[in-house]
């Protein structure tokens, strides 16, 4: 018997839970308790405490009222068993994140650049200044001057040490920003329990031993408990195992529930037996030193979750806190026997998602130019050493004085700054903030479009989405139900009918077929508000009935009231593969047993033998009949668009005995059909608009349901996904299979082609089609571009999709927490809308980083031409080290900020998406680049060359070591930051628009650091002296230099007035990364989707290995997503990490339900991987989900 039910002795009530004193059993009892499983567990329990009721008893609670709720009573427990909750792991201190900011190699190599210039600066040989030396020590006016030797290499420090502080401000307030999310995600993360006999929902943080949870499918338990009583309960522990079969649970046999598992079949009523570190995850915390992060290579023998309030850290490493998912902790269980690790490798497939596009491109852009810089800086180096060492020792003919080599060093260490400082231009530090900026901005804006997001890299792979499959259920649809159509006695009423139509023994059935097979958490409350709508709570097509039990003029509850949970004899609970639930009671009057039954019309009918006519008597019902009803009555509901759900009973007399009820075949057959109900559940107003955008937008949208096909095709008319005239597919879930499947039953990605591209509505579909659609959708290569799936879910069979798309939406409200562990973002309001927003701020994400990229890159270009030329023809680069630094470093920080805070609009929604292969860099933008390099260029050589007689002032050229800053080199800095400053403003545009300045008052980021930025300017120039190489101009060169930085935006509006398709000689730059480009070689046999990203970078890193170890943007802008996106991809261990995000569901093969999809041999094909996905993981079929556990 599956609903296994604990006896209830009298004087077991709510007030137990007040008693002063000590509670009958310790922590560490309870501790040994759950460490025992299945027989021992029971036989321990009978031993020690004579049944769970005993142990109840000890803990001073009750079975059916639950506690009190008393505060003293809860902070008792509290003191004697723990609070359940596990410490988080400690943040880095400010002080680890500099030091972590110092490890950079490029600040390492101008640190000890800076360091020889200041130690030479100071020594000073005896006759060093004499004419013998040659030029290098004439023309130093003053004593004084030569003193400020050390002020260049002092303001190098300065420089290093300002960026360290701003790099490690950054990653602090970054930490602590997605710290504030996940307390955010803690709260929200509740749990059903009894308090004082009435349900309600805690946050799991307040859960206490000896509370009394209700459990329900897909929920994830988050505390050790003891089964009181369950229905048909199915859990699945592979999390702490490693094995993936379900187990069942009841009193009789393994009543053991253990944090971090999931429920994925039936419901029932628990006692809270340890939290916290006492509970099973909080001991393996402890072991590991709890929030401490071992990365050891160990063999994974097992994996063990953590309950939600410890999976909720932020995930530090590399000083960065990205990871803002509920962490789903993963440790080895070192129970584990060796074997059932190699079954457990041969069973399990875990999927490998293809990284972020963005990532990808950015890693490849990054090697680019830091290859671009290094050679660069090491051709000036070389170029100014030879010009020196010839001109003074070749053309002059000097000899190498003793007394002069710490001069000659000194230009060595002078030129060597330079090459560092080429290097520095070339490589565009601010790109990993302005994606991290950027990445971090939108994912708070997007939690108010009801968007929680969970795995940062998921919101911009968003604006790259080219495919969504969207669940139909409150997605679409309201998501509330009612009934407006009966058959009901051999009349089918348009709408509801009035109660005294119906013969009163017809109605009794039925209102009692309804109020006792739905779960007991299903229920109408009064409206919150008065004059609003009634509360549906709980599972939504139970409602419902609920509802059309009131219509009726009869209530539900008295019947709930006579008849409770407990006295539920057997309860067939709801699932993907059955389709329809059913309970039975044992007659009081010993009469045998009595069996409720509702699921989808098409299935609960097939297994109808008799049907209640208009007198309520049961007559024959044979299959024509069925047809017939089938044509008349069912067809025409969901042609309406409504769901049709069908009410039956069946009766099991005493004299045959007690029927098996393990066989269900032979249960559920020979029914009573009471009723067939249509359901209507509108489509949601905004949604048809929303669907129009994507279509706008260049995504398709199909819709992927459970409802039977007439409802699906009416519903995807009205919301605008079918268009009149136009040649789309609807297909069933099995004509969908005979499709795309050959004759082995294997998926055969060719057939798949053939269907998907025109497919637009997937209905009756299971949850293994779903996932046989994204996966195929994802590997097909029929388009030009691969395509990029987000998908919509909510139930614990939606997982494996949920899993495999680029971008998993899960339900915030209707979704499981299974569905939610799986999805990358979390739609709150589970509103289609919401959707759209998260594309939009996906492509805005997209351009931000294109619009800073631009800004940066005419920067880069300019200031590595200047100070190359300049250093090759003058000896000197007309750009000092430290203005450089200021330009590069600060400037690109603030620019980063500036630029990666547009808010979206609109108008992103009218292009096409990106796709996977379109360079990071286009024409338009490339024809922006090297257009304003042109101009930069120009000016900054006419000013350098001949800014002297411009001006009328002291040429700068050719300056011996140490002389005092010139006017006129003092113009050529000023004039490039305010050229910089002003193209800050073009690069607000990337698509050739004119109108640079629209919408700029939306952004008073933006605008506030280009007012910022030219106040520093202003206080560098007119104050900053020896240190920044400047001298204070006047007002006339001022505006000069204004003046040509405002021809910027003139010349901009030249460059956008070139059409690009003329230029055909521009080339692109940052595509992404090729399937054909991979080695086969490193085409690994498990891996389902190769990691190009991560490739591309291992190629990069020994590119830098043999040059300059490794280019700072390339850390950097990898690390800012490698460190903390994607943990994985600098460990290969670190799937154990006890920090990190969840294990796969561990999927079992399909049941004999599916047995029309044949079991695909495991070897076969990596395309086949849909043979994992379990049958039983129920509900994301969004078919009639008339579930005992509503899925809320």
Same mark, same amino acid.
């Given at each position: 018997?599956?609903?296994?039910?604990?006896?209830?002795?009298?004087?077991?009530?709510?007030?137990?839970?007040?008693?002063?004193?000590?509670?009958?059993?310790?922590?560490?009892?309870?501790?040994?308790?759950?460490?025992?499983?299945?027989?021992?567990?029971?036989?321990?329990?009978?031993?020690?405490?004579?049944?769970?009721?005993?142990?109840?008893?000890?803990?001073?609670?009750?079975?059916?009222?639950?506690?009190?709720?008393?505060?003293?009573?809860?902070?008792?427990?509290?003191?004697?068993?723990?609070?359940?909750?596990?410490?988080?792991?400690?943040?880095?201190?400010?002080?680890?994140?500099?030091?972590?900011?110092?490890?950079?190699?490029?600040?390492?190599?101008?640190?000890?650049?800076?360091?020889?210039?200041?130690?030479?600066?100071?020594?000073?040989?005896?006759?060093?200044?004499?004419?013998?030396?040659?030029?290098?020590?004439?023309?130093?006016?003053?004593?004084?001057?030569?003193?400020?030797?050390?002020?260049?290499?002092?303001?190098?420090?300065?420089?290093?040490?300002?960026?360290?502080?701003?790099?490690?401000?950054?990653?602090?307030?970054?930490?602590?920003?997605?710290?504030?999310?996940?307390?955010?995600?803690?709260?929200?993360?509740?749990?059903?329990?009894?308090?004082?006999?009435?349900?309600?929902?805690?946050?799991?943080?307040?859960?206490?031993?000896?509370?009394?949870?209700?459990?329900?499918?897909?929920?994830?338990?988050?505390?050790?408990?003891?089964?009181?009583?369950?229905?048909?309960?199915?859990?699945?522990?592979?999390?702490?195992?490693?094995?993936?079969?379900?187990?069942?649970?009841?009193?009789?046999?393994?009543?053991?529930?253990?944090?971090?598992?999931?429920?994925?079949?039936?419901?029932?009523?628990?006692?809270?037996?340890?939290?916290?570190?006492?509970?099973?995850?909080?001991?393996?915390?402890?072991?590991?030193?709890?929030?401490?992060?071992?990365?050891?290579?160990?063999?994974?023998?097992?994996?063990?979750?953590?309950?939600?309030?410890?999976?909720?850290?932020?995930?530090?490493?590399?000083?960065?806190?990205?990871?803002?998912?509920?962490?789903?902790?993963?440790?080895?269980?070192?129970?584990?026997?060796?074997?059932?690790?190699?079954?457990?490798?041969?069973?399990?497939?875990? &999927?490998?998602?293809?990284?972020?596009?963005?990532?990808?491109?950015?890693?490849?852009?990054?090697?680019?130019?830091?290859?671009?810089?290094?050679?660069?800086?090491?051709?000036?180096?070389?170029?100014?050493?030879?010009?020196?060492?010839?001109?003074?020792?070749?053309?002059?003919?000097?000899?190498?004085?003793?007394?002069?080599?710490?001069?000659?060093?000194?230009?060595?260490?002078?030129?060597?700054?330079?090459?560092?400082?080429?290097?520095?231009?070339?490589?565009?530090?601010?790109?990993?903030?302005?994606?991290?900026?950027?990445?971090?901005?939108?994912?708070?804006?997007?939690?108010?479009?009801?968007?929680?997001?969970?795995?940062?890299?998921?919101?911009?792979?968003?604006?790259?989405?080219?495919?969504?499959?969207?669940?139909?259920?409150?997605?679409?649809?309201?998501?509330?139900?009612?009934?407006?159509?009966?058959?009901?006695?051999?009349?089918?009423?348009?709408?509801?009918?009035?109660?005294?139509?119906?013969?009163?023994?017809?109605?009794?059935?039925?209102?009692?077929?309804?109020?006792?097979?739905?779960?007991?958490?299903?229920?109408?409350?009064?409206?919150?508000?008065?004059?609003?709508?009634?509360?549906?709570?709980?599972?939504?097509?139970?409602?419902?009935?609920?509802?059309?039990?009131?219509?009726?003029?009869?209530?539900?509850?008295?019947?709930?009231?006579?008849?409770?949970?407990?006295?539920?004899?057997?309860?067939?609970?709801?699932?993907?593969?059955?389709?329809?639930?059913?309970?039975?009671?044992?007659?009081?009057?010993?009469?045998?047993?009595?069996?409720?039954?509702?699921?989808?019309?098409?299935?609960?009918?097939?297994?109808?033998?008799?049907?209640?006519?208009?007198?309520?008597?049961?007559?024959?019902?044979?299959?024509?009949?069925?047809?017939?009803?089938?044509?008349?009555?069912?067809?025409?509901?969901?042609?309406?668009?409504?769901?049709?759900?069908?009410?039956?009973?069946?009766?099991?007399?005493?004299?045959?005995?007690?029927?098996?009820?393990?066989?269900?075949?032979?249960?559920?057959?020979?029914?009573?059909?009471?009723?067939?109900?249509?359901?209507?559940?509108?489509?949601?107003?905004?949604?048809?608009?929303?669907?129009?955008?994507?279509?706008?937008?260049?995504?398709?949208?199909?819709?992927?349901?459970?409802?039977?096909?007439?409802?699906?095709?009416?519903?995807?008319?009205?919301?605008?996904?079918?268009?009149?005239?136009?040649?789309?597919?609807?297909?069933?879930?099995?004509?969908?299979?005979?499709?795309?499947?050959?004759?082995?039953?294997?998926?055969?990605?060719?057939?798949?082609?053939?269907?998907?591209?025109?497919?637009?509505?997937?209905?009756?579909?299971?949850?293994?089609?779903?996932?046989?659609?994204?996966?195929?959708?994802?590997?097909?290569?029929?388009?030009? &571009?691969?395509?990029?799936?987000?998908?919509?879910?909510?139930?614990?069979?939606?997982?494996?999709?949920?899993?495999?798309?680029?971008?998993?939406?899960?339900?915030?409200?209707?979704?499981?927490?299974?569905?939610?562990?799986?999805?990358?973002?979390?739609?709150?309001?589970?509103?289609?809308?919401?959707?759209?927003?998260?594309?939009?701020?996906?492509?805005?994400?997209?351009?931000?980083?294109?619009?800073?990229?631009?800004?940066?890159?005419?920067?880069?270009?300019?200031?590595?031409?200047?100070?190359?030329?300049?250093?090759?023809?003058?000896?000197?680069?007309?750009?000092?080290?430290?203005?450089?630094?200021?330009?590069?470093?600060?400037?690109?920080?603030?620019?980063?900020?500036?630029?990666?805070?547009?808010?979206? &609009?609109?108008?992103?929604?009218?292009?096409?998406?990106?796709?996977?292969?379109?360079?990071?860099?286009?024409?338009?933008?490339?024809?922006?680049?090297?257009?304003?390099?042109?101009?930069?260029?120009?000016?900054?050589?006419?000013?350098?060359?001949?800014?002297?007689?411009?001006?009328?002032?002291?040429?700068?050229?050719?300056?011996?070591?140490?002389?005092?800053?010139?006017?006129?080199?003092?113009?050529?800095?000023?004039?490039?930051?305010?050229?910089?400053?002003?193209?800050?403003?073009?690069?607000?545009?990337?698509?050739?628009?004119?109108?640079?300045?629209?919408?700029?008052?939306?952004?008073?980021?933006?605008?506030?650091?280009?007012?910022?930025?030219?106040?520093?300017?202003?206080?560098?120039?007119?104050?900053?002296?020896?240190?920044?190489?400047?001298?204070?101009?006047?007002?006339?060169?001022?505006?000069?230099?204004?003046?040509?930085?405002?021809?910027?935006?003139?010349?901009?509006?030249?460059?956008?007035?070139?059409?690009?398709?003329?230029?055909?000689?521009?080339?692109?730059?940052?595509?992404?990364?090729?399937?054909?480009?991979?080695?086969?070689?490193?085409?690994?046999?498990?891996?389902?989707?190769?990691?190009?990203?991560?490739?591309?970078?291992?190629?990069?890193?020994?590119?830098?290995?043999?040059?300059?170890?490794?280019?700072?943007?390339?850390?950097?802008?990898?690390?800012?997503?490698?460190?903390?996106?994607?943990?994985?991809?600098?460990?290969?261990?670190?799937?154990?990490?006890?920090?990190?995000?969840?294990?796969?569901?561990?999927?079992?093969?399909?049941?004999?339900?599916?047995?029309?999809?044949?079991?695909?041999?495991?070897?076969?094909?990596?395309?086949?991987?849909?043979?994992?996905?379990?049958?039983?993981?129920?509900?994301?079929?969004?078919?009639?989900?008339?579930?005992?556990?509503?899925?809320?």
């Amino acid at each position: 018997m599956a609903n296994n039910t604990a006896d209830h002795p009298p004087g077991n009530s709510v007030a137990d839970g007040n008693q002063e004193g000590d509670f009958g059993i310790t922590v560490i009892d309870l501790r040994d308790l759950m460490e025992l499983r299945s027989g021992e567990a029971v036989t321990k329990i009978a031993d020690s405490y004579g049944d769970v009721q005993g142990l109840c008893r000890r803990l001073k609670t009750s079975p059916i009222e639950g506690l009190s709720g008393n505060p003293v009573d809860l902070e008792k427990r509290h003191t004697a068993f723990g609070k359940n909750f596990i410490p988080p792991k400690q943040p880095k201190s400010f002080l680890a994140l500099v030091w972590e900011a110092l490890q950079d190699v490029t600040l390492i190599i101008l640190e000890i650049a800076a360091v020889i210039s200041l130690g030479l600066s100071f020594y000073h040989p005896p006759g060093g200044d004499s004419e013998l030396c040659g030029e290098t020590a004439s023309g130093v006016e003053d004593e004084g001057e030569a003193q400020a030797g050390w002020i260049e290499g002092a303001a190098i420090l300065f420089s290093v040490a300002i960026v360290v502080l701003v790099t490690a401000f950054n990653d602090w307030s970054k930490e602590k920003q997605f710290r504030g999310l996940q307390s955010r995600i803690e709260q929200e993360q509740k749990f059903t329990v009894i308090r004082k006999g009435q349900v309600i929902q805690i946050p799991v943080s307040e859960l206490v031993t000896g509370d009394i949870a209700q459990i329900k499918y897909g929920d994830l338990l988050p505390a050790d408990g003891i089964l009181i009583q369950g229905n048909d309960l199915k859990i699945d522990e592979s999390s702490l195992t490693g094995e993936s079969d379900q187990v069942r649970k009841s009193l009789e046999k393994d009543p053991m529930l253990l944090s971090g598992t999931h429920v994925m079949e039936g419901s029932g009523r628990m006692v809270v037996s340890a939290v916290g570190l006492n509970s099973q995850t909080g001991i393996i915390f402890t072991l590991l030193g709890a929030g401490d992060c071992d990365e050891e290579k160990k063999i994974k023998k097992g994996k063990k979750q953590g309950p939600p309030e410890n999976r909720n850290k932020a995930k530090t490493q590399d000083g960065i806190a990205l990871e803002i998912q509920p962490l789903k902790s993963e440790v080895e269980s070192e129970e584990k026997e060796p074997e059932v690790e190699v079954k457990q490798v041969k069973r399990v497939q875990i &999927t490998k998602k293809e990284k972020s596009v963005l990532q990808g491109k950015l890693t490849k852009l990054a090697v680019l130019i830091g290859k671009a810089g290094l050679i660069m800086s090491a051709v000036t180096v070389i170029i100014l050493i030879l010009y020196f060492v010839i001109d003074t020792f070749g053309v002059q003919g000097r000899p190498w004085l003793k007394e002069c080599t710490p001069i000659y060093i000194q230009y060595f260490v002078k030129f060597f700054i330079i090459g560092v400082t080429v290097l520095v231009v070339a490589v565009p530090e601010g790109l990993p903030l302005a994606v991290t900026i950027s990445l971090a901005y939108s994912v708070k804006k997007m939690m108010k479009d009801n968007n929680l997001v969970r795995h940062l890299d998921a919101c911009e792979t968003m604006g790259n989405a080219t495919t969504i499959c969207s669940d139909k259920t409150g997605t679409l649809t309201m998501n509330r139900m009612t009934v407006v159509q009966a058959y009901l006695g051999d009349t089918h009423y348009k709408k509801v009918p009035e109660p005294d139509v119906i013969k009163p023994s017809t109605l009794e059935v039925l209102v009692n077929s309804i109020a006792i097979n739905s779960a007991y958490t299903t229920k109408i409350l009064s409206p919150e508000k008065e004059g609003g709508l009634p509360r549906h709570v709980g599972n939504k097509t139970e409602c419902s009935l609920l509802g059309f039990v009131l219509e009726l003029k009869r209530d539900y509850q008295p019947i709930r009231e006579e008849i409770p949970e407990e006295k539920l004899y057997k309860v067939y609970t709801f699932n993907s593969s059955r389709k329809s639930m059913s309970t039975v009671l044992k007659n009081t009057d010993g009469s045998g047993f009595r069996m409720y039954s509702k699921g989808a019309s098409e299935i609960v009918l097939r297994k109808c033998s008799r049907i209640l006519d208009t007198n309520g008597e049961p007559r024959i019902f044979k299959p024509k009949d069925r047809d017939e009803m089938v044509k008349v009555v069912i067809e025409p509901m969901a042609c309406d668009g409504l769901r049709t759900i069908c009410v039956a009973y069946r009766d099991f007399p005493a004299e045959a005995g007690e029927p098996d009820w393990d066989n269900e075949a032979d249960i559920l057959n020979e029914l009573t059909c009471i009723c067939v109900v249509g359901i209507e559940d509108p489509v949601r107003p905004e949604v048809p608009d929303a669907i129009l955008k994507c279509q706008r937008a260049g995504i398709t949208v199909r819709m992927v349901t459970g409802d039977n096909i007439n409802t699906a095709r009416a519903i995807a008319t009205k919301c605008g996904i079918l268009l009149p005239g136009e040649d789309f597919l609807c297909l069933e879930g099995k004509e969908f299979n005979q499709l795309i499947r050959n004759d082995q039953g294997e998926v055969e990605q060719e057939r798949l082609d053939k269907v998907w591209p025109n497919l637009r509505v997937l209905a009756r579909s299971s949850p293994t089609d779903k996932h046989t659609l994204v996966k195929g959708i994802m590997d097909s290569t029929v388009l030009e &571009t691969r395509q990029v799936v987000a998908v919509t879910g909510d139930g614990t069979n939606d997982g494996p999709a949920l899993k495999k798309a680029d971008v998993g939406f899960a339900m915030g409200i209707a979704g499981t927490d299974v569905a939610k562990e799986a999805s990358d973002i979390i739609l709150t309001d589970d509103n289609f809308t919401s959707i759209v927003k998260a594309v939009m701020w996906g492509r805005n994400v997209y351009d931000s980083i294109s619009k800073f990229l631009q800004f940066q890159l005419t920067v880069n270009v300019v200031a590595v031409i200047v100070a190359f030329t300049g250093a090759c023809i003058t000896q000197d680069s007309p750009l000092k080290a430290v203005q450089m630094l200021w330009v590069n470093l600060i400037m690109d920080t603030l620019a980063s900020l500036a630029l990666a805070t547009e808010p979206p &609009t609109e108008s992103l929604l009218l292009r096409k998406p990106y796709g996977r292969n379109k360079p990071l860099i286009s024409r338009t933008m490339m024809k922006n680049i090297l257009g304003h390099a042109v101009y930069q260029l120009t000016i900054i050589f006419t000013l350098l060359f001949a800014g002297e007689n411009i001006f009328n002032i002291d040429s700068g050229r050719n300056a011996p070591l140490h002389s005092p800053p010139s006017e006129h080199y003092t113009i050529v800095f000023n004039v490039f930051v305010m050229m910089q400053l002003f193209n800050e403003i073009n690069a607000r545009k990337i698509h050739g628009e004119r109108n640079v300045f629209e919408a700029i008052y939306r952004n008073p980021i933006f605008c506030s650091v280009v007012l910022g930025t030219f106040v520093l300017q202003i206080v560098i120039v007119q104050f900053g002296g020896k240190p920044f190489s400047c001298t204070a101009l006047t007002i006339d060169q001022w505006l000069w230099c204004v003046f040509i930085g405002v021809g910027e935006l003139l010349w901009g509006q030249l460059i956008s007035a070139i059409p690009t398709h003329h230029l055909k000689f521009l080339k692109e730059a940052g595509h992404g990364t090729h399937k054909e480009d991979v080695p086969e070689n490193e085409m690994n046999e498990g891996d389902d989707e190769i990691d190009h990203a991560e490739m591309e970078l291992r190629r990069g890193q020994v590119l830098w290995f043999r040059g300059l170890n490794r280019i700072q943007t390339q850390i950097k802008v990898v690390n800012a997503f490698r460190s903390s996106l994607y943990p994985g991809l600098e460990n290969r261990e670190s799937k154990n990490s006890i920090h990190n995000f969840m294990a796969h569901p561990e999927f079992v093969p399909l049941s004999e339900e599916e047995a029309r999809i044949p079991d695909i041999d495991e070897s076969s094909s990596d395309e086949m991987e849909i043979q994992h996905i379990p049958s039983s993981f129920s509900g994301g079929a969004e078919a009639p989900d008339v579930s005992h556990e509503a899925s809320c």
